[in-house]
């Protein structure tokens, strides 16, 4: 069992800094846990922590059960992997593999068999005899894994591993990433700011802010209900819309509508320690241009119109970026909108919208 638990971990730095806060999180045996948040939230000293490169100023760090606050990074038994691959260049892509191997003392044939299984598993086997100078960014970073897994370690650490590589390799080694800890079932955890690579490689996902965690979920759970604004509107590309709404009379009215609600938002809204004022989220994909819609959804919808500023067209996906009350807000899924914008008359002219508003499709802060 290589479960790793932090209990209110928290991180200072002689100057001052509180990198990270009373940081509580269970990572589960076999699991692909996954860090993002903006630059500078404690991502990397989280991971730090556990890797054993940074002390734990507060709180305790058990990794398969046993205490390691004290205990010195290679003790640990657990595999880092870097943005920059650390290859050593005048070795082989067979030596930097074997490398580790060889500090622990193993046997040459028992290394050789490492070495040929982790090859084959990262598709290296070709490439055994190269040196790092010889291989793309793609096949150094998938040597660099390789090292990592070659000693069977309790748990992968990877700080941004595939950001220096370019966007489609980084789509490739997505992948490979994704089946390599499948296949192998070690417990991973894994920093990233990109919110792409956190939505799909991870079992679950913790989202850092400021040193603090802010919710743990898996992917779906987090997009569907974020716990506050900061989530709603991290998670998501382009980001969740916000309208500032007023409860009045039971229903939210908001500066370009009524919105109608369900039973149970109208209940909950009605307590007396309910808010007065709130945030209203709405995602891109939950507009629909109010002319290709029947009667029913446009009832259940709060209809408005909204100048649009330009269309962003990305392929089979398009958005329709608008100006409501004076903000810019993103739509998806409105191609029969985007189409006629081409004919510039509908840009800056007020176009119909629909959202479609549920429990599932908005967030609320109060
Ligand atoms: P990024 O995505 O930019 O790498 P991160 O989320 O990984 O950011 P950390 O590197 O963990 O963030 O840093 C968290 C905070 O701690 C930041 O405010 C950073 O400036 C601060 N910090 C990191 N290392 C030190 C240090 N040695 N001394 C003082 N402050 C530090």
Redesign the pocket.
Known sequence: MADIVLDKVS?S???G????RDVDLEIADGEFVI?V????????????MIAGLEDVSGGELRIAGERVNDKAPRDRDIAMVFQSYALYPNMTVRENMAFPLRLAKLDKATIEQKVNDAAKVLELTALLDRKPANLSGGQRQRVAMGRAIVRSPKAFLM??PLSNLDAKLRVQMRTVVSRLQKQLGTTTVY?T?DQTEAMTLGDRVVI?RG?SVQQVGPPQELYDHPTNLFVAGFIGSPSMNFLHAAVEDGGLRTAVGDVPLGDRIRRELAAEDAPRELILGIRPEHFEDASLIDDETRARGMEFEAPVEIVESMGSDKYVYLTVEGERASAAELEELAADVGAEDLTGSGSSLVTRLSAESTATEG
């Open positions: 991180k730095f002689p100057d800094t509180v990198a990270v860090l948040g903006p630059s500078g939230c404690g991502k990397s000293t989280t991971l730090n700080d941004e920093v700011h850092m040193g």
